[in-house]
């Protein structure tokens, strides 16, 4: 029997590195004001809301990202 394995088990996350040049384009934006008056997105916690904010920052934690397992929780899905 063959056995693949799971491309997740080991593998190793890049390291993100900031620069001098990152900073100062961070900085330049002190002050600048944020568009939230038309922000409507996320205004509701929805399930499909949280799937999406989840994978925008990668986090994969089936209690979020699985309807099934949340479900056999203390959360109860």
């Not at 900073?23 to 330049?28: G, I, V």
């Amino acid at each position: 029997m063959t056995q693949t394995q799971d491309p997740q088990i080991g593998r190793e996350l890049a390291q993100a590195k900031f620069t001098d040049e990152m900073l100062d384009n961070m900085r330049a934006l002190i002050g600048t004001e944020l568009r939230t008056a038309s922000a409507v997105n996320n205004e509701y916690a929805t399930r499909l809301a949280i799937l999406r904010f989840c994978e925008g920052i990668g986090d994969d934690n089936p209690l979020w990202t699985d309807e099934e397992y949340a479900s056999t929780t203390v959360h109860k899905g």
